[in-house]
């Protein structure tokens, strides 16, 4: 897993980054792709919810949310001078929501826009912190058990 590879090297040139490098290490690679499978469904959702009942609010805000994500995913490639996990999706990603960003400038002012992608962020880490607890700690309840079995 790219975290196991290059965590020392992140710490030591980014001393800030010790604890999720910490955390990260203890999650396996299925662990990171069900956190990412439910980051995808919970917009899946949104879009229903919002095609539904016509509230496009809700969809707009984690998208936005999702597209703030990609840009994070670019400036962490670009700071760490290196491939990480999630910029070849976010490279294919970022076109597709600019054009969809830019033809939302069309219908809601800049505030509306900045007001909905603070709250899908929120919405959207809080979901990724409690997300990232449930997956660790299942990870922890199977290793003692793998353990206990050995």
Same mark, same amino acid.
């Given at each position: 897993?790219?975290?196991?590879?290059?965590?020392?090297?992140?710490?030591?040139?980014?001393?800030? +980054? /010790? &604890?999720?490098?910490?955390?990260?290490?203890?999650?396996? =690679?299925? #662990?990171? *792709?069900?956190?990412? *499978?439910?980051?995808f469904f919970l917009l899946v959702g949104a879009t229903l @919810?919002?095609? /539904?009942?016509?509230?496009a609010a809700v969809w707009l805000s984690l998208f936005l *949310?999702?597209?703030?994500?990609?840009?994070?995913? @670019?400036? /962490?490639?670009? +700071?760490?001078?290196?491939?990480?996990? #999630?910029?070849?999706?976010?490279?294919?990603?970022?076109?597709?929501? +600019?054009?969809?960003? =830019? &033809? =939302?400038?069309?219908?809601?002012? +800049?505030?509306?826009?900045?007001?909905?992608?603070?709250? #899908?962020?929120? @919405?959207?880490?809080?979901?990724?912190?409690?997300?990232?607890?449930?997956? =660790?700690? &299942?990870?922890?309840?199977?290793?003692?058990?793998?353990?206990?079995? /050995?």
């Amino acid at each position: 897993m790219w975290i196991r590879r290059n965590g020392t090297d992140l710490s030591r040139r980014f001393p800030f +980054t /010790q &604890r999720f490098v910490l955390h990260a290490k203890k999650l396996s =690679t299925t #662990g990171f *792709a069900l956190i990412a *499978a439910e980051e995808f469904f919970l917009l899946v959702g949104a879009t229903l @919810v919002s095609n /539904q009942w016509d509230v496009a609010a809700v969809w707009l805000s984690l998208f936005l *949310a999702f597209s703030f994500h990609l840009v994070v995913h @670019v400036v /962490q490639c670009l +700071t760490v001078r290196r491939y990480i996990p #999630g910029i070849v999706s976010a490279l294919i990603a970022i076109p597709f929501c +600019t054009i969809v960003i =830019t &033809r =939302t400038t069309d219908v809601y002012s +800049t505030g509306t826009i900045l007001l909905y992608t603070a709250a #899908g962020s929120v @919405v959207a880490g809080t979901n990724l912190i409690l997300l990232h607890r449930w997956v =660790t700690k &299942r990870a922890t309840v199977h290793d003692n058990r793998s353990d206990t079995q /050995q």
